[in-house]
């Protein structure tokens, strides 16, 4: 079964503060994504990663960016976090080269609660 | 952008009953899929569909592909408690750069 890793379930941050959210996957997976969920709006789409130091973004990208050093790990950067950034953060990960249309698989969660 | 719309947003179902939810867009695509979110987890792919009219089952739940391109169903049957979650909807317009578009998901609570 594919596992995808996220380092921390719960995070609580200051305004201001650089935060990392930590995603590792086992499978090999060309494809990693970060999405956050917001109750009414599902998940939308911050940045995705088709390789390793390639990165694109998503639907939201503005206040984040992204590392992708290897190719199991994708972190999710916050360089200045604000309040409206509170949220679950979701990684995923899925095979098949570059593209969107393989199934994607989903880490648990970070729940980030900036104060 | 790109919009889905679930319905209903939340439901409250007795265990046994069946359970119909259903999705929406303006814009056409070419694959439907089905995701369920187990609480304190991440989404877990149930269900995808390829072609218009497609019907296709896992287990209690089936799914079907809707004819216009711009909707899709999914029913579940004799529910139990382990059917709580949010079940998301996902569309795909079927080229490798497209992304896919989430719903905002359907709540589903199960009284035992």
């Known amino acids: 079964d594919v596992k995808v890793t996220q380092s921390s379930r719960y995070l609580v941050k200051r305004t201001g503060e650089k935060v990392f959210l930590e995603c590792v996957q086992d499978?090999?997976?060309?494809?990693m994504f970060w999405y956050r969920q917001d109750p009414g709006l599902g998940l939308r789409l911050i940045y995705f990663?088709?390789?390793?130091?390639?990165?694109e973004k998503g639907d939201i990208p503005e206040g984040y960016s992204v590392s992708r050093e290897k190719k199991e790990r994708f972190s999710l950067i916050l360089e200045s976090a604000s309040t409206n950034q509170t949220s679950m953060y979701l990684c995923?990960?899925?095979?098949f080269g570059r593209g969107h249309n393989s199934p994607l698989h989903f880490g648990n969660g970070t729940r980030l609660t900036v104060t | 952008g790109q919009q889905l719309n679930q319905s209903p947003q939340s439901m409250f179902i007795q265990e046994g009953e069946d359970v119909s939810m259903n999705c929406t867009s303006s814009?056409?695509?070419?694959?439907w899929l089905w995701y369920k979110q187990d609480p304190g987890e991440g989404p877990v792919l149930l269900i995808a569909?390829?072609?218009?009219?497609e019907l296709t089952s896992n287990g209690r739940l089936t799914a079907q592909f809707g004819i216009t391109r711009k909707d899709s169903f999914l029913n579940i049957s004799a529910s139990i408690p382990s059917d709580v979650g949010i079940y998301f909807c996902a569309g795909h317009r079927g080229t490798s750069y497209d992304k896919v578009i989430f719903g905002p998901g359907t709540s589903l609570s199960v009284i035992p």
């Open positions: 569909l390829y072609k218009a009219g």
């Open positions: 995923a990960s899925s095979l």
């Open positions: 499978m090999d997976h060309e494809n």
């Open positions: 990663s088709y390789d390793v130091k390639m990165k």
């Open positions: 814009s056409i695509f070419n694959t």
